[in-house]
T-cell receptor
Framework: AQKVTQAQTEISVVEKEDVTLDCVYETRDTTYYLFWYKQPPSGELVFLIRRNSFDEQNEISGRYSWNFQKSTSSFNFTITASQVVDSAVYFCALSEANQGGSEKLVFGKGTKLTVNP | DTEVTQTPKHLVMGMTNKKSLKCEQHMGHRAMYWYKQKAKKPPELMFVYSYEKLSINESVPSRFSPECPNSSLLNLHLHALQPEDSALYLC????????????FGPGTRLTVT
């Protein structure tokens, strides 16, 4: 069975600090996708990144970076120079590929990040 | 444009009421989803529509009735709900093939009194 673990329930940092959100996943499939979503207090889930199981290249987008390591089944997310607007709940999610397109997402429990001024 | 819209934003209903939640996307996506999210929990999948046909029902009680009138619209009809059904209801859509990420709407905050 698929499972996503986000061990950090809540993290609090001061603005401009770097912060890493951890995500560990379990799956028996060799082909799968990993995602990060951001949920600000307004409630909308915002898609941040997708990574497929064959692409272990790390990715950087502005202040955001992601470290995918199949060897440790981890897909960690780092925010550099955090800002108050980064305060949100962040969800890591996993889906199997080749399910005819309508994917079932398995979400972690989320990490609530608070960035204080 | 990666926008999914949902109406209403907030809904308060009694246990005997009938109401509907609406979701719309114009991204040409052929898969649409309903999720339920309780406070401090991750979203839980309720229903999936693929090419306007119900493909997944996660054993949701019959007081929730989904409908997909066309490829851009998704409704969730509510009847005889219980207070424990109070939650944020999120709609999402995705392309049917190739690009699996789901794009979510802002949600409807439902309170059942």
């Amino acid at each position: 069975a698929q499972k996503v673990t986000q061990a950090q329930t809540e993290i609090s940092v001061v603005e401009k600090e770097d912060v890493t959100l951890d995500c560990v996943y379990e799956t028996r499939d060799t082909t799968y996708y990993l995602f990060w979503y951001k949920q600000p207090p307004s409630g909308e889930l915002v898609f941040l990144i997708r990574r497929n199981s064959f692409d272990e290249q790390n990715e950087i987008s502005g202040r955001y970076s992601w470290n995918f390591q199949k060897s440790t089944s981890s897909f960690n997310f780092t925010i550099t120079a955090s800002q108050v607007v980064d305060s949100a709940v962040y969800f890591c999610a996993l889906s199997e590929a080749n399910q005819g397109g309508s994917e079932k997402l398995v979400f972690g429990k989320g990490t609530k990040l608070t960035v204080n001024p | 444009d990666t926008e999914v819209t949902q109406t209403p934003k907030h809904l308060v209903m009694g246990m005997t009421n009938k109401k509907s939640l609406k979701c719309e996307q114009h991204m040409g996506h052929r898969a649409m989803y309903w999720y339920k999210q309780k406070a401090k929990k991750p979203p839980e999948l309720m229903f999936v529509y693929s090419y306007e046909k119900l493909s997944i029902n996660e054993s949701v009680p019959s007081r929730f009735s989904p409908e997909c009138p066309n490829s851009s619209l998704l409704n969730l009809h509510l009847h005889a709900l219980q207070p424990e059904d109070s939650a944020l209801y999120l709609c999402a859509s995705s392309q049917e093939t190739g690009v699996p990420e789901q794009y979510f709407g802002p949600g409807t905050r439902l309170t059942v009194t």
